[in-house]
């Protein structure tokens, strides 16, 4: 809390640091602020765009004269590949969930969670890598600028100022970001066109560039059937060029939909994001070829290489070799801008993913459900990253592929997939996968860094999430009571002096069952023969869910009234029911629990991995937390 504040000022800045807690993070939730697509592709795309800034470089030093076939391999992918998956991907979670949802609906219980946790592991590694990369490239192209004093050579300080710099935008709001972004995208483009456009006329104005690259070409590979082979080999290695797409779906929940949009299925907000998709996807394509094809021509083998004037910057050397300096700096500016804020979409999708899944899953505290305490855990991350890894842009490179690569090949699947019924998409989304699992596989086996970083990630996410479950396990979880009629009935006719509920372990059903037990009760706790008791009795559910709404159904077995139910955590739902009961009557229920044979500490670890143990402390603690006045709190009794 900022010092120096006073009461009223302190509690305006808790409103406005934690806004967003209280709202629903359900699966239709979205943000406050919606755009126009082409508006939120531009925050998408300086991520997707910003790669024209290294990519050509890149490609170069992969292929050699071969890159231009090289990025053409790459662009068949896009179009025809990850423009097709994620085509789907959108029609199937229209609210951001992206792949790893319909993943998550084909695997059930704690397989479902852990399969997400390792791939949000892997998506955290692409994000917060694609921020601390874009940023330390962005530093980069600062310290290489001929303009700029020496002064400025401290990459690490540099960046984590540009990091700040995104947290700040970030803090102020989503619509900001997206204003910033569309200005940033729209320059940078228009820049690219210009340059890339102006190398293909030279090109076509000094023919004799055609047949000297074609000559190093053949000379290179051999023969057109070696020059395909090498290319389908070598693509992989421009795969930061597929970069995008999963952002893209993340961030639907900021695309302005039709008026009348059904919730559930926003159609109008679908057709949009497909619109963001493909425009996207050709500006790039377009792009990629155009850079690939004239810088290979134009610029000299031996600037591409590590410390070349080339190196990482291939198209800005265009802009400074052939329009002068002043022009050439502009696109420097105007390179810097969008390689910083390329995190953003990255922070996007890192603010939409986490609400809507660990919170749900009980494996992140309440307050990750707020933007802008994301926003400065992220930004810490950043700040770490960087600092490990000293603002080295080739260091993090092979994390920021591998990231990508596993995003898109869990999507191909998870098409794949849902396909099911439908024979001919099956097949043909299936050798998509193959096609994206070859090129992971090879990407990490090249560079085995990226999957040792992406491990880092994933088990820093496991190991936070289960202690944040743990943490958690005493909360009363319950989003809402709804008994049926039979159920509600029985609570308001037991409104007498007392409320007494007696837990019962689901067993038989018969009538000699609850007799026994009612027995018990009125021995060990000396209830009064002439007063009604409710029997309630929950069985366990899918233990690994974490929230949910609680339902109640009434059952007469020969006189003996039971309240019924499912839950994946037992204790806090008769705590649950209990509240309820207290609400519905105006009377404070008194529950009856019997002694639990048995180590408490093997039921404490029951409780915590099946959601069952030893009931009656558990429940009371709940209570405990959830309602601070004692006097108001239900009574548990054991005997």
């Not at 390179?335 to 996007?348: D, K, Q, R």
């Not at 030893?614 to 601070?628: G, I, N």
Request: hydrophobic content about 50%.
């Amino acid at each position: 809390m900022p010092f120096g504040l006073t009461i009223r000022q302190q509690r305006r800045f808790k409103l406005w640091f934690f806004e967003g807690l209280r709202d629903a993070v359900g699966p239709f939730a979205g943000p406050r602020h919606q755009s126009e697509w082409w508006q939120v592709m531009c925050l998408t795309g300086v991520d997707y765009f910003s790669t024209l800034g290294y990519q050509p470089g890149i490609a170069f030093l992969a292929a050699g004269f071969l890159s231009p076939i090289a990025t053409f391999v790459l662009v068949l992918l896009t179009l025809f590949g990850a423009l097709p998956t994620y085509s789907r991907v959108a029609e199937a979670s229209p609210h951001g969930q992206g792949s790893i949802s319909m993943l998550e609906e084909l695997l059930p219980r704690w397989k479902g969670k852990a399969f997400v946790l390792c791939l949000l592991g892997f998506a955290a590694t692409d994000f917060v890598i694609t921020i601390t990369l874009s940023a330390a490239d962005a530093s980069a192209h600062i310290i290489g600028n001929p303009f700029v004093p020496s002064s400025f050579d401290h990459p690490i300080l540099l960046t984590l100022v540009l990091l700040a710099g995104l947290a700040a935008v970030f803090l102020k709001g989503f619509k900001e970001a997206i204003g910033v972004a569309v200005g940033i995208v729209g320059v940078y483009l228009s820049l690219n066109v210009f340059v890339i456009g102006w190398g293909i006329v030279h090109i076509l104005e000094h023919p004799q560039l055609l047949p000297s690259w074609w000559g190093a070409l053949w000379a290179q590979q051999g023969s057109p059937l070696m020059m395909l082979a090498m290319a389908l080999l070598l693509f992989p290695k421009l795969a930061l060029g597929l970069s995008g797409f999963e952002t893209g779906v993340a961030v639907m929940p900021l695309i302005k939909g039709d008026p009348g949009d059904d919730p559930a299925h926003p159609k109008g907000r679908i057709r949009n994001a497909k619109k963001l998709l493909h425009t996207a996807a050709f500006i790039m394509s377009v792009l990629l070829m155009g850079s690939a094809f004239t810088t290979t021509l134009l610029v000299p083998p031996a600037a591409f290489k590590e410390g070349g004037e080339a190196s990482g910057r291939a198209l800005a050397y265009l802009a400074h070799q052939h329009f002068g300096e002043v022009f050439g700096t502009i696109y420097d500016l105007s390179t810097i801008a969008i390689l910083w804020f390329a995190g953003a979409s990255a922070m996007a999708g890192l603010l939409n993913l986490v609400p809507r899944y660990l919170p749900r899953y009980g494996m992140a505290p309440e307050w990750t459900k707020a933007t802008r305490p994301l926003v400065l855990l992220f930004g810490a991350i950043t700040v770490l990253i960087t600092v490990l890894f000293r603002a080295n842009v080739d260091a993090q490179g092979g994390a920021y592929a591998t990231g990508v690569l596993v995003l898109m090949t869990s999507a191909a699947l998870a098409v794949t997939l849902h396909a099911r019924d439908r024979r001919t998409e099956r097949l043909a989304f299936g050798a998509i996968t193959v096609v994206f699992v070859y090129t992971t596989v090879l990407n990490i086996f090249e560079r085995p860094e990226g999957i040792k970083i992406a491990s880092w990630f994933i088990l820093t996410i496991i190991g936070t999430s289960l202690v944040s479950r743990v943490l958690r396990s005493t909360e009363l979880r319950v989003q809402g009571v709804v008994p049926d009629e039979t159920a509600l009935r029985f609570i308001r006719e037991a409104a007498g002096a007392s409320v007494r509920i007696i837990a019962n372990r689901p067993d038989t059903g018969q009538p000699d069952e609850y007799a026994t037990k009612l027995r018990e009760a009125r021995e060990a706790h000396h209830l009064p023969e002439d007063e009604p008791v409710l029997f309630v009795e929950v069985r366990p559910g899918d233990v690994s869910d974490f929230r949910g709404t609680l339902s109640i159904t009434g059952a007469d077995v020969s006189g003996y009234r039971v309240l019924r139910s499912v839950s994946p955590a037992i204790p806090n739902a008769i705590a649950a029911l209990l509240l309820y009961i207290r609400d519905q009557t105006g009377k404070i229920p008194h529950a009856y629990f019997g002694w639990t044979e048995g180590n408490p500490l093997a039921y404490l670890l029951k409780f915590l991995a099946f959601g069952e143990g030893d009931t009656a402390p558990v429940t009371r603690e709940v209570l405990r937390q959830s309602e601070p006045n004692p006097l108001r709190r239900p009574r548990i009794h054991v005997g």
